[in-house]
């Protein structure tokens, strides 16, 4: 990780590509998606990372980025025009790689519970991440002056995870294995149960995260969400399932 002490300057010349109002914020969203093969993006990428999780976002500079990354910034502008847009390729590699992570070992399950309890044990493995949260916690202080960082967060994180519990607990009611008449309102509710306060303790610093308190968390969460959508023949003492 790249260590760097103080405050960097920030010059008048980065200011033009680091500034919050309209037109950078419009040159963030127009930009095409980096490719991320290129091994000066990967470069300019890993060096602002490092970066933001270890500075303000405003005492980061695209000088500086460009420094870290050992190109000059000239190089560093035909790739990204601003420092937000770094931030916002960032923002959305970070989010879209956590989703996939998350979601990747419960698609090899037949199991449901055990489906959901292993998307669920990945979804708070986030919060134990230091550097997740960091970055987590820079991403929402830049929100007010960049909405748009809202959307691509929103849109590479969150919804990708939402849409694909929901399509999970879609196909498991197709089965008759659970009976979710509303599967994207139940994917929110899932991951409401299984997260509870934690993602706020850590977000906060107001305690370390342990192995019971996840485990606790998630097992209590997953009882009940399983018991608010079990199939009809499966409620209730005198039921009999149908032939």
Do not use: W
């Not at 960097?8 to 980096?34: H, N, Q, R």
């Not at 500075?55 to 190089?75: E, F, H, M």
């Amino acid at each position: 990780m790249v260590r760097h002490a103080g405050k960097i300057e920030t010059s008048d010349a980065d200011m033009a590509g680091d500034g919050t109002g309209a037109a950078t914020v419009a040159s963030a969203k127009s930009l095409a998606p980096p490719d991320r093969e290129n091994p000066k993006v990967r470069q300019v990428m890993e060096a602002a990372h490092a970066l933001f999780l270890e500075l303000p976002y405003d005492a980061v500079s695209t000088d500086a980025i460009a420094r870290a990354a050992g190109i000059s910034k000239t190089t560093l502008y035909v790739y990204f025009p601003s420092k937000e847009a770094v931030f916002s390729a960032l923002v959305s590699e970070n989010c879209a790689q956590t989703a996939q992570s998350i979601l990747n070992s419960a698609s090899e399950s037949d199991d449901v519970e055990e489906g959901l309890r292993t998307i669920a044990r990945n979804f708070m493995a986030m919060f134990a991440t230091t550097d997740a949260l960091a970055f987590y916690r820079t991403i929402i202080a830049q929100v007010p002056r960049f909405p748009e960082l809202g959307r691509i967060f929103n849109e590479s994180g969150p919804k990708v995870i939402q849409e694909r519990i929901a399509l999970f607990l879609r196909e498991a009611s197709a089965r008759g294995e659970l009976s979710v008449p509303d599967p994207e309102l139940a994917a929110l509710q899932f991951l409401q149960l299984m997260s509870v306060d934690i993602p706020l303790t850590g977000l906060l610093g107001l305690g370390q995260l342990t192995a019971d308190r996840v485990t606790t968390t998630i097992e209590s969460g997953l009882a009940l969400f399983l018991n608010g959508y079990r199939p009809p023949f499966e409620r209730g003492s005198g039921a009999v399932e149908p032939d």
